[in-house]
């Protein structure tokens, strides 16, 4: 099946600093979508991203699909950034919807 | 107003017993999902549903069932719980399947002991 594969596992930043996050996944996709999960548990649909770039806020995604990577940028983050971030893409070509996550970044921002 | 709302957040609960946690989404949306969480935060589908009708049964144990009465509810019961059941389990839906979306529940906190 499909793999999909975060980096880097954990980060640490100070407020303010800016930060990538990389999602790769092993075979063709047609969709993508980045999480969040807040430090309560919260999931939190940040982008649905098949292809192309896509900004909301200090946040950012881009999708290389021919790649097979996407990348979340965060700028001038701030503590509630804080959190897991997920990325996940459906398995095969088959419509059912069912989503494979990665392993998550966990990102830590400090005041 | 909560999108997808499930209940129980928490839930303590002893091996052997049975239990529910219940889910509605007021999204109007088509398909919805049960995803568990572990320990270690990987999540993984367990079921879903479109218009009330079984989509995917993720290999997971007959004691877990889930039961859709309509298209805004999906409840999963649990028979016979082990402390391996122990995890986070979320509620999703999305207006279909896999080319939308997904929005998730708060989650249910499962503890077994």
């Known amino acids: 099946g499909i793999q999909v594969e975060q980096s880097p596992p954990d980060l640490i930043l100070q407020e303010g600093a800016n930060s990538t996050l990389r999602c790769n996944f092993s075979?063709?996709?047609?969709?993508l979508q980045w999480f969040h999960q807040n430090p309560w548990g919260q999931l939190i649909n940040l982008f649905y991203?098949?292809?192309g770039t896509k900004q909301n806020g200090r946040l950012s995604a881009t999708t290389v699909a021919t790649e097979r990577y996407s990348l979340l940028y965060i700028s001038s983050s701030q503590t509630t950034d804080s959190g897991v971030y997920f990325c996940?893409?459906?398995?095969?070509?088959?419509?059912?919807?069912?989503?494979?996550f990665g392993q998550g970044t966990t990102l830590q921002v400090k005041p | 107003d909560t999108a997808v709302s499930q209940t129980p957040k928490y839930l303590v609960t002893q091996m052997g017993n049975d239990k529910s946690i219940k889910c509605e989404q007021n999204?109007?949306?088509?398909?919805m999902y049960w995803y568990k969480q572990d320990s270690k935060k990987f999540l993984k589908i367990m079921f879903s549903y479109n218009n009330k009708e079984l989509i995917i049964n993720e290999t997971v144990p007959n004691r877990f069932s889930p039961k859709s009465p309509d298209k805004a509810h999906l409840n999963l019961h649990i028979n016979s719980l082990e402390l391996g059941d122990s995890a986070v389990y979320f509620c999703?839906?999305?207006?279909?399947?896999?080319?939308?979306?997904?929005?998730f529940g708060e989650g249910s906190w499962l503890t077994v002991v």
């Open positions: 991203i098949p292809s």
């Open positions: 999204l109007g949306h088509d398909t």
């Open positions: 996940a893409v459906p398995r095969g070509s088959s419509n059912t919807g069912k989503l494979i």
């Open positions: 999703a839906s999305s207006q279909s399947r896999g080319r939308n979306t997904i929005y």
């Open positions: 075979d063709s996709v047609n969709n």
